[in-house]
């Protein structure tokens, strides 16, 4: 199973729990971003101290499946602190990794510093496709969930509210009111 998590939003302790246990059972994950980051265990995400207002041509770094793809193209919003050797850089703009790929139980944990290169805009810059195919896994007998229920804000009771019901509820409010 492969489950990519683009830009999630602020991951609560159950889907940090749950992204561990596919983990540890053989599952990949592909997270991206500094939230995606936090979503992973074991992680080592900082916030980048480089300007990310334009994109990055990444250079393959290393020998992994994972960095066979070629130059990439990325905006640095996060990087990875290499404190453990387990941790390996697929892809650094400059000294900074954007792309780190590492084990946990099981399983695989890849960390993207952005999710431009699988946005519409900038999967076929470069060889931004083929990192997303890689970051996928063999195909053969191969599961891909792509999760879109953490991309935004939880529902909450006033998104009710928020909609096109509070304009129709106001103007109805003041239409009876000078009714009366």
Known sequence: MTVILASPRVPGREE??????????????????FLGGILLPENEVAISSQASFAACEAQPEGLQPLAASGSIWIMPRATWQMKDPKFRVAYACGN???VVE?????????????????????????????????????????????????HSAPPSSWDYVSGPAWPLL?????GLALLV
């Open 16 to 33: 940090r729990a749950a992204i561990a246990a596919i983990l540890n059972k053989g599952g990949r994950v592909l997270a991206t971003d």
């Open 96 to 98: 900074q990794p954007v």
């Open 170 to 174: 106001l103007f109805g409010a003041l």
């Open 102 to 150: 590492y084990p946990v139980g099981k399983g695989t944990a890849i960390w993207w510093a952005s999710s431009m290169p699988l946005e519409n805009g900038s999967i076929s810059r470069g060889q931004n496709l083929e990192l997303l195919l890689n970051s996928v896994g063999p195909a053969k007998g191969r599961h891909v969930f792509w999760d879109e229920s953490m």
